[in-house]
């Protein structure tokens, strides 16, 4: 499979068409994946904020105060409230904040992003990054792969994530099948959404180089079943479930 970015796209701005924008730099196959980074999709719907926007309730200052005392810097509360505004749940609040977005992805700060946002103090993530990739992969007939950069839990760095998708099942569910020496695969599904991601997000890069939509080709699904439960229940989440009773000490 090949792997490239879509060039020349320009500073995103609310209200733009990104398919039209992506339709005019590339000539998509079929069998094509498009993957989009999340920033300039929540550009074009207009989720640039400001920090003035929010009015911090008693909850966020709680959490400036928590972070405050065991980072040493507070952290503004009228953050610590778009992060509250933006998510379903707090799983963490601190040292940093673990949010539930209100679509189920669960991150640092609700992905509440500060990079890559001229004009604006704040960039939310799209409210539902499935149905952007929807709207993308209807425009473009290709599969559409919404993502972020996200840290992991257990391993230091980041690397891209799927948080929308669209024309292609996330999972490539292997349970059925048989390895080399014919033992049945019992538990193996594989998150093929954040695979690609994770794969386009070595070519988009992270700062300025301004490559925010790339074509993963020649990759192909294969014949497996497939299914788009990516995002854990929370009865079934045991990481979760222990991370509600942590006290940082
Ligand atoms: P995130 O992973 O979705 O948070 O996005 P990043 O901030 O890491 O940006 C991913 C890529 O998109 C980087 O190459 C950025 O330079 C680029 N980028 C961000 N915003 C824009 C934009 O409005 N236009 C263009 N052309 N590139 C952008
Ligand atoms: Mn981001
Ligand atoms: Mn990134
Ligand atoms: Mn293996």
């Known amino acids: ?16 068409d990104l398919a039209t924008l992506i339709d005019e730099r590339v000539d998509l196959r079929e069998g094509d994946v498009l993957t989009v980074a999340s920033t300039v999709v929540s550009k074009a719907e207009g989720r640039g904020a400001d920090l003035s ?40 609040a601190a040292p940093f904040i673990l949010a539930v977005t209100r679509f189920g992805h669960i991150t640092v ?66 349970r059925g099948e048989h390895d080399r020496e014919g033992r049945e695969l019992t538990a193996t599904v594989e998150a093929v959404v954040d695979e690609l991601a994770a794969a386009t997000n070595l070519v988009t890069g992270e700062g300025d180089d301004g490559r ?8 192909e699904f294969g014949d497996h079943d497939g299914h788009d439960h990516l995002f854990r229940d929370r009865d079934g989440d045991l990481v979760r479930q222990a991370l509600a009773d942590f006290e940082y000490h």
Do not use: C, Y
């Open 53 to 92: 926007d929010f009015e911090a309730g008693e909850h966020a200052r709680d959490i400036a105060d928590q972070i405050g005392e065991i980072a040493g810097e507070r952290k503004d509360p009228r953050f610590a409230q778009a992060v509250i505004e933006e998510s379903e749940e707090l799983v963490m």
């Open 1 to 16: 499979m090949e792997v490239f970015a879509v060039p020349d796209i320009p500073e995103i701005e609310p209200g733009d």
């Open 212 to 219: 925010p939509v790339a074509v993963v080709r020649d990759w």
């Open 109 to 174: 700060n609700a992905g509440i992003d500060r990079s890559n946002v001229p004009g604006a103090d704040l960039l939310l993530l799209p409210e539902d990054p499935s149905a952007s990739a929807r709207r993308l992969s209807d425009a473009l007939g290709v599969p559409v792969v919404v993502t972020d950069t996200s840290g992991r839990p257990f391993r230091q760095g980041q690397r891209g994530v799927a948080i929308g998708w669209a024309g292609l099942p996330a999972m490539r569910d292997w």
